[in-house]
Nanobody
Framework: QVQLAESGGGLVPAGGSLRLSCVAS????????MAWFRQAPGKEREFVAH????????TYADSVRGRFTISRDNAKNTVVLQMNSLKPEDTAVYYC????????????????WGQGTQVTVSS
């Protein structure tokens, strides 16, 4: 019943920008929260950013702080990840996740996941 759909990935040069969107359906927005994770080939999925559906406290991984911004549009059930000053090390499949059950930076904390969108940053 809960579905997440990411979009906005693509190929960009280093220093460029991308805007990723995640449209959610079937969530309890008064209690759930949203996050972005990413996974590069051969590596574990890692935390990128988190935002609750209510309140304004956001959380970022050290590797993206100052370059990425997570935001929400409750009316459209959408969470956005604005990525600026992209680096080749940002290349990965980016996933949105919902319904935090534990520590916000861990994969195990989230029950629902999108299918991912590919982000490739060239040198």
């Amino acid at each position: 019943q809960v579905q997440l759909a990411e979009s906005g990935g693509g190929l960009v040069p280093a220093g460029g920008s991308l805007r990723l969107s995640c449209v959610a359906s079937g969530l309890t927005f008064s209690t759930d929260s949203m996050a972005w994770f990413r996974q590069a080939p051969g590596k574990e999925r890692e935390f990128v950013a988190h935002i609750p559906w209510t309140g304004g406290i956001t959380t970022y991984a050290d590797s993206v702080r100052g370059r990425f911004t997570i935001s929400r549009d409750n009316a459209k059930n959408t969470v956005v990840l604005q990525m600026n000053s992209l680096k080749p090390e940002d290349t990965a499949v980016y996933y949105c996740a919902a319904r935090r059950l534990g520590t916000i930076t861990t994969v195990a904390a989230y029950q629902y996941w999108g299918q991912g969108t590919q982000v490739t940053v060239s040198s």
